[in-house]
């Protein structure tokens, strides 16, 4: 196909499915515990071959294929299957082969004469009705050492999932953990009470204990500007202010501080005037700006807000939030057991909890997931160390990779694995009634695809796909294949699990896909399209 170009029904669908066969195809046999491996050549020829097992890594790789309007196909379901690996960790090939089956049995419909939006339709209904049936499956996970088996499951690492399993039954669903890299050749872990941020700290290690090398206040009184703090007399007056209300503790948060005005807190400081700690706001305006709201909100302060030059005289001592200790060091700064009013806690973290919910920005999930674990006082870092700079690079991706799968599992809790989740609802989807047969078709398309992750790890496996699902179905919701004992077995009960918001997450998206492709009559094709390297 010549670029450019503007191509038109039938052959659109026709096209399309080739972009969509192409991503799923490559990343099918990458599905199950026995996946066969796709190697993929680089660019220049001038290094080994890669060998994947990871669909989201593999997609990420297909940058454009040759056929214009089949790349558009390609590069929907390429951008499908990696989004959902990098929100929860898990799912991109099952994202793919649900897409793919959907796309197939709704185009199929449509080329016979049925009405595309109608199918499309019938096709969300059938999501919905999923998902509830995988909802009512879903069981909470309590046990650290059931925590620790799905880890394994996941990330094949036993000491990495010991340290996961652990971390998770400690700081639960709504805590946040970070992965950092280590000097040493082994995993740690290390807890922070109350609310932590990094990249900020002290103003000046004049306020610190020396030998500690980490500064603290107890019951302190803490300001919160965003501004710098230049005028001495004004910064005076709003300090007596604090201690003529009781405060002999004062933290001071905000952009920075002035060479005089720092000279004269240090000398009051250590005279025993008063106890202070100055703390420096993130350079990130956006940083800046969730810091001080959340600060304000824990410790029930109210932010001076202002230019770069903040206006002290406009302070009051009611402005100053409360906490029963902070701390800093040069890179961070801490808050525990902040006095702020639990009421508006709570609804600040609906408020996130919500925004959380629908948003699809990665960036923004992941500081949004750092907020509430801060604000609910439960947060965790793994330190990944290994014997060589190649093998810890590898160990940590690994480990971010399993601490987001984590979070999705201790959130929303578990459903049975290699596809019995998704064959359970089938029946729920087969009894949904319809007077338009275009709807039906949506129908039939979902409930088709449900049976396909199934068939894919099976097929991978070397056995009969179809004689594999069709003695499944005999015994019944829960189901499913083992693939390493090649037996029927309850799922559950030998430990064989998914996360309830993996499976949801992969469903939803790949009605999403199907959907789109199916309702798209029209491509253009650009002589020269952008590629991405990131979906």
Not at 263 to 292: E, I, W
Not at 384 to 392: K, S
Not at 422 to 449: M, T
């Amino acid at each position: 196909m010549e670029r450019p170009s503007v191509v038109f029904q039938p052959r659109v669908n026709k096209h399309l499915l080739r972009g969509v066969n192409l991503i799923a195809n490559a990343v099918r046999p990458t599905l199950g515990p026995l996946p066969r491996y796709v190697a993929y050549e680089s660019i220049t020829r001038t290094k080994t071959p890669e060998l994947l097992s990871d669909a989201a890594t593999l997609v990420r790789r297909i940058i454009q294929i040759g056929d214009g309007p089949a790349d558009v196909g390609a590069m929907l379901m390429r951008q499908a299957v990696w989004q959902v690996g990098e929100r929860v960790g898990d799912g991109s090939a099952t994202t793919a082969v649900l897409a793919q089956a959907m796309t197939h049995r709704a185009i199929r419909a449509v080329a016979a004469g049925a009405n595309a939006m109608r199918v499309r339709d019938g096709i969300q209904r059938g999501i919905r009705t999923a998902v509830e049936v995988l909802r009512e499956q879903s069981t909470p996970v309590e046990k650290q050492s059931d925590l620790t088996k799905i880890a394994r499951s996941y990330c094949h690492d036993n000491d990495l999932a010991r340290m996961l399993g652990e971390v998770y039954s400690i700081v639960g669903p709504g805590g946040y953990v970070e992965v950092q890299s280590s000097h040493a050749r082994f995993i740690e872990r290390e807890y922070v009470e109350g609310a932590f941020w990094r990249n900020t700290g002290w103003q000046s290690s004049a306020f610190a204990d020396k030998t500690l090398r980490r500064a603290a206040l107890q019951d302190a009184a803490i300001m919160l500007v965003d501004g710098r703090i230049n005028d001495v007399a004004a910064m005076a007056n709003a300090v007596g202010k604090l201690i003529a209300a009781g405060n002999t503790s004062i933290c001071i948060v905000c952009r920075g501080i002035s060479d005089v005005l720092m000279s004269v807190l240090g000398h009051n400081h250590q005279k025993g005037a008063f106890k202070c700690l100055p703390v420096t706001t993130p350079a990130s305006s956006v940083d800046r700006k969730y810091m001080l709201d959340d600060l304000a909100v824990l410790t029930g302060g109210t932010v001076l807000a202002g230019a770069d030059n903040a206006d002290m005289s406009l302070f009051a001592a009611d402005m100053a939030g409360k906490a029963r200790r902070v701390w800093a060091d040069n890179n961070q700064f801490g808050v525990i057991a902040g006095k702020g009013s639990p009421k508006t806690l709570r609804a600040h973290i609906a408020q996130l909890r919500s925004r959380l919910a629908t948003t699809k920005d990665k960036e923004e999930i992941i500081a949004l997931r750092k907020r509430l674990g801060r604000l609910m006082g439960g947060t965790a870092v793994i330190q990944v160390g290994a014997t060589t700079e190649a093998e810890q690079k590898l160990r940590q991706d690994v480990a971010e990779r399993s601490v987001r799968f984590m979070h999705s599992v201790a959130e929303t809790g578990l459903v049975p694995g290699g596809g019995a989740a998704y064959l359970a609802c089938q029946d729920a989807v087969k009894a949904l009634q319809s007077n338009d047969p275009d709807v039906c078709a949506g129908f039939d398309a979902v409930h088709r695809a449900l049976e396909e992750p199934m068939r894919a790890i099976a097929e991978n496996a070397g056995v009969t796909a179809s004689a594999t699902v069709a003695r499944v179905k005999q015994h019944g919701p829960g189901f499913g294949f083992d693939v390493m004992t090649q037996q029927i077995v309850d799922m559950r009960a030998v430990g064989i699990v998914d996360s309830a918001d993996v499976a949801e997450q992969a469903l939803v998206t790949a009605g999403s896909v199907a959907t789109m492709l199916l309702t798209t009559d029209v491509v253009v094709c650009h002589r020269k399209p952008e590629t991405a390297m990131e979906p």
